[in-house]
């Protein structure tokens, strides 16, 4: 059974469609990649998953119960995590105690929560700036920190918003890293990603959105040389080539 | 430095030694004001400061309170005492229905709900007549000639205040109020309740608040409507104290309760008398008028302070302390100055 179904859902505000009836499947244990152009309502999709947003039609089921319209937070509870496209730490708050106010989830002392909070920053090397008020991190730690936040609830699915936006080589390689050990951890992983090398390096299986809609489905290899995606991203190649 | 450590304890044996020293009943007077306000203060700088949900309508439970002590004497004959206890009782029986429906509203809607709220509770005391007696107000006697016991009554609910404040920033509960302060999304989506957790938060706030409005009732021995729940005497003060003090720090909002009762007695005695000696002393019909004219217009002064208060120092007393310091040349600049603005409302227990 799988661990997220998504299952015929459409989303609309008032006259505009921004998820028109997409459907597909997470198994326990792999990376699924969610690409698209911009605007084909990726974030949106996200945002009816974790239930920011109630799908207008259609139903989200997260192990085996449909939680379409159930509130947020308790979706957290149930195992759900996610990360923010705009990332959105506790700006205020050090590192450490942004990862503990959300360790807090699972925990009820203080001792423990700092227990789990210290231990995901290890995982996601941010252990040397615990202290450091998250205001001041350069983005790509402060990527890390929301996906330090999101572990810290001990999901079993983790949503990731462009975890790997804007973030240099060098970055990008760490975070990829972290990526690949949270798979070894048995969490399974929807990603929205604009990098195609890193989505079709990562992936199991990718889903394609365009214009709200789904337009392909499958293997990184089988994406890449899909017609359709490569239309929804290059635009329709003109007959008889477009030498001038 | 060790000194800001201590801080805390001998500012408390101050004040405990105070009015055993100063044995003044006009300064004693306005000290129990000052705690009075450090009680109103901290509630707010609980809701608005730290759990970022600002509030217009402090007023709501401090009336509440202060009503209910005072409604305790005239409609059940109990002492007015009782109300300690059964005015922060009600207070939160007030917040808990009105949070709940508008904990849904963000920001500024928010803040308006609350301002209405202040302005229904008012209503409902001068139209309810048969209960409150409308206008007339509620006059009891007071217990003690002596104000040291009301003095050392308004010293441990303050203290109790910040104690509790701090127990439970230092908390789970805390972290959770700073999450939604900072990010409501976020909060929700690893895994905090914002509507419950908001709740309990207004809930401790209008506890502690109406816990003030029945001290005021006890002490003052007489309230209206237009006292308990005024808007700029109640609720914009309450905000005045969070903001001169220091928004989410704290300690800002006992700094601001002094300063802000200090600036309010200063403007309203026109610098304690010296301000109409000196315009009687020029012999000119014209000073004489304008010296009138200022010393009445104390609530412009509080206007004044609060835009100069949000130019040079919008962390407040508390927390811009650097910044006045360097300001004052006693400080060295350097750069550390920076974290220390931004360590505010640190959940470090």
């Known amino acids: 059974m799988s661990l997220l179904r998504i299952d015929n859902v459409t989303k609309s505000f008032g006259g505009l469609t921004a998820v028109s009836n997409v459907s597909f499947e997470v198994e326990k244990g792999e990376i699924v990649g969610l690409i698209g152009p911009n605007g084909a309502g990726k974030t949106t999709l996200f945002n009816v998953i974790n239930g920011f947003y109630k799908p207008t039609r259609g139903s989200i089921i997260f192990k085996n119960e449909n939680v379409s319209g159930k509130k947020t937070h308790k979706l957290c509870k149930r195992g759900m995590a996610r990360t923010f496209q705009v990332v959105k730490p506790l700006q205020r708050l050090s590192v450490l105690d942004n990862v503990i106010a959300s360790a807090y989830v699972r925990e009820n002392t203080h001792k423990k929560a700092q227990k789990v909070a210290m231990e995901v920053l290890e995982f996601t090397n941010l252990a040397g700036d615990a202290h450091v008020i998250s205001k001041g991190l350069p983005l790509g730690k402060r990527k890390r920190l929301e996906i330090a936040r999101a572990l810290a609830t001990k999901p079993d699915l983790l949503l990731l918003d462009e975890s790997f936006a804007g973030l240099n080589p060098s970055e990008l390689n760490e975070s990829i890293e972290i990526v690949r050990k949270i798979k070894e951890d048995g969490i399974t992983i929807l990603i929205i990603e604009h990098h195609m090398k890193i989505i079709m390096s990562i992936s199991d299986r990718v889903v394609v959105l365009s214009y709200g809609e789904k337009i392909a489905h499958g293997t990184p290899t089988e994406i890449g040389t899909d017609s359709t995606v490569i239309e929804a991203y290059l635009g329709v190649a003109h007959e008889g080539g477009a030498h001038a | ?349």
């Not at chain 2, 005072?70 to 005492?81: A, C, D, F, Q, R």
């Not at chain 2, 109020?177 to 908001?198: P, V």
């Not at chain 2, 002094?258 to 301000?275: D, K, P, S, Y």
């Open chain 2, 1 to 349: 430095m060790d000194i800001k450590k201590y801080l805390p304890y001998i500012t408390l044996a101050v004040l405990v030694l105070f009015p055993i020293v100063v044995k003044n009943d006009y300064y004693t007077h306005l000290m129990i004001l000052v705690l009075m306000w450090v009680v109103i203060g901290s509630a707010w700088n609980l809701i608005a400061g730290y759990t970022g949900q600002v509030s217009f309508g402090d007023a709501a439970f401090f009336g509440t309170g202060a009503y209910t002590a005072g409604l305790m004497v005239t409609k059940l004959g109990w002492s007015p005492w009782w109300g300690l206890l059964f005015g922060g009782f009600m207070a939160v029986l007030i917040a808990m229905p009105f949070g709940w429906i508008c904990f849904r509203l963000r920001g500024a809607y928010f803040a308006l709900a609350t301002l209405a709220l202040n302005e229904i509770m008012r209503h409902i005391a001068t139209i309810w007549e048969s209960l409150t007696d409308g206008m007339v107000g509620i006059l009891i006697m007071q217990d003690f000639v002596s104000k040291l016991p009301y003095y050392y009554i308004a010293l441990a609910l303050a203290v109790t205040t910040i104690v509790v404040i701090k127990i439970v920033m230092g908390s789970k509960w805390g972290y959770y109020f700073l999450s939604i302060r900072e990010d409501q999304d976020a909060a929700e989506s690893l895994g905090i309740d914002t509507h419950h957790y908001k709740m309990w938060s207004l809930a401790i706030a209008a506890w502690l608040t109406g816990v003030a409005g029945a001290l005021y009732m006890n002490y003052m021995g007489f309230i209206d409507p237009h006292v308990v729940f005024s808007l700029h005497d109640i609720s914009i003060m309450a905000i005045l104290v969070g903001i001169v003090g220091g928004v989410g720090t704290h300690y800002g909002p006992a700094v601001g309760a002094f300063v802000m009762v200090a600036v309010q007695e200063l403007f309203r005695t026109g610098g304690f008398g010296i301000v109409m000696k000196l315009a009687k002393a020029s012999e000119s019909e014209f000073i004489i008028d304008m010296a009138q004219v200022i010393t009445k217009a104390h609530v412009m002064g509080f206007g004044i302070l609060v835009v100069l208060s949000i130019l040079y120092l919008p962390n407040g007393f508390v927390g811009d302390w650097d910044k006045i310091l360097r300001f004052l040349r006693l400080k060295r600049p350097n750069n550390m100055d920076n974290n220390d603005i931004d360590n505010i409302g640190e959940a470090k227990p």
